[in-house]
């Protein structure tokens, strides 16, 4: 499968891989007989599939935290949650999310006793905490344009990137004209942040440096 093909499956809701894939399969697949006593996959039975990625493990051994994503049709959509496993195998996983949306992107915290991720379970992406221990997911951060991306410092703290807000004249020339870019005016920077925890208390997020 080329780059192109790959990219529109991993970008598109379960509907239109469905469309892809019948059209990828009547254009090039080979009818393959089936094992003797077995019926081969539907098309849905393939995409519903669930598949684990983006594993962790914990900074003492003990743990491994990943991501499994599932099919929901209703909403046209690929919904990933979290997955808790001894490393040694000696249980069986045991979900950690289980709200509506999306979490992912996982990462320990030194003490290996607690795990912070994305989620957009209250829209846009934001980083929540949650304890091993029990509890609900606490959030950390609350960017109205929401976080890309994030890693853990030894010392707990949190650096985080973001899109800068626009302003209320891009909002009103976006109002007005659309989709209209004032050169060298509109130009929203992906920014990163420093946001110290001491003791479970979050401190406003600092900007430490800007780039592209």
């Known amino acids: 499968m080329n780059p192109l093909s790959r990219a529109l499956i991993h970008n598109s809701g379960p509907t239109v891989v469905l469309g892809y894939a019948l059209w990828f399969g009547a254009a090039w697949a080979t009818p393959q007989p089936a094992p003797q006593g077995s019926e ?20 003492n051994g003990d743990y491994v935290v990943y991501v499994v994503e599932s099919t929901n049709w209703e ?4 919904d990933r949650h979290l997955m808790l496993a001894p490393a040694d195998s000696s249980q069986a996983p045991m979900r950690l999310t289980r709200e509506d949306g999306s979490s992912h992107r996982p990462r320990f915290y030194p003490d290996s006793r607690s795990v912070a991720f ?4 209250n829209g846009e992406p934001q980083v929540f905490r949650l304890s091993l221990d029990g509890g609900d997911a606490e959030q950390l951060t609350r960017r109205p344009s929401g976080v890309r991306s994030f890693e853990i410092a030894s010392d707990s703290s949190i650096v985080f990137t973001s899109i800068d807000e626009p302003d209320s004249a891009h909002e009103t020339r976006q109002e007005r004209y659309g989709e209209l870019v004032w050169v060298d005016e509109d130009l929203l920077m992906n920014r990163l942040y420093h946001m110290p925890l001491l003791t479970g208390v979050t401190r406003r997020p600092m900007t430490a440096r800007c780039g592209n």
Do not use: C, N, T
């Not at 909403?75 to 690929?78: G, H, L, M, P, T």
């Not at 994305?118 to 379970?121: G, I, N, V």
């Open 40 to 59: 081969p996959p539907d098309i849905d039975s393939l995409i519903e599939l669930e598949s684990p990625r983006d594993s962790v493990i914990s900074p």
């Open 75 to 78: 909403d046209d959509r690929y």
């Open 118 to 121: 994305l989620s957009d379970r």
